[in-house]
């Protein structure tokens, strides 16, 4: 499936989260002092795991998408 996140983390802490947990191409942007990130993984689980990862550093997460992959 296919996420799309903002969040308050540094670009380079959000990188590193998502290369531990999503699937390689993930593109992540600054825009207004926020993180935001496009990326794929393979479960709701790996989602769930990112915003524990994201909270437990007292920082916000906002699912903005999840959508499933549509590859026929």
């Not at 993180?35 to 990112?50: C, D, M, N, P, T």
């Amino acid at each position: 499936m296919e996420a799309k996140v903002e969040s308050n983390l540094s670009v380079e802490t959000l990188c590193t989260y998502l290369d531990e947990l999503s699937a390689p191409g993930f593109k992540v942007w600054l825009h207004d002092k926020k993180a935001y990130a496009i990326f794929k993984v393979s479960s709701l689980e790996s989602l769930r795991k990112l915003a524990e990862r994201i909270e437990q550093r007292g920082r916000s997460c906002k699912f903005l998408r999840i959508a499933e992959d549509s590859y026929g």
